[in-house]
């Protein structure tokens, strides 16, 4: 069985940090490539980071310099390092694994960037 089990949101100040893992079981983690989204309230889907399976990163502009994606493949972990955070990063953040036509999903942690 898949499963993509994403944990470490919860509430921060305005300029702190927070750390994600995903932790992933039941396919081949090291070849695929993994992703993490966002979705805030009201709004839809977006992307924030993506990470290739020989480490290549992408980040979207509004996280770039602030937010630091890795993997670990001996433990199956996907991570998302977020600095400087602000109220808009309040969002549920999902892991997701991509590989031709396989696309997996986790559950989502929130995130919550509050004074």
């Known amino acids: 069985e898949v499963q993509l089990q994403a944990s470490g949101g919860g509430l921060v100040q305005p300029g702190g940090s927070l750390r994600l893992s995903c932790v992933?079981?039941?396919f081949r983690f090291s070849s695929f490539a993994m992703s993490w989204l966002r979705?805030?309230?009201?709004?839809?889907?977006?992307?924030?980071?993506d990470i290739m399976n020989d480490d290549r990163t992408a980040y979207a502009d509004s996280v770039?310099?602030?937010f630091t994606i890795s993997r670990d493949n001996a433990k199956n972990t996907l991570y998302l390092q977020m600095n400087s955070l602000r109220p808009e990063d309040t969002a549920v953040y999902y892991c997701n694994a991509q590989k031709g036509r396989l696309n997996y999903w986790g559950q989502g942690t929130l995130v919550t960037v509050s004074s």
């Open 24 to 26: 992933a079981s039941g």
């Open 39 to 49: 979705q805030a309230p009201g709004k839809g889907l977006e992307s924030v980071s």
């Open 64 to 66: 770039k310099g602030r």
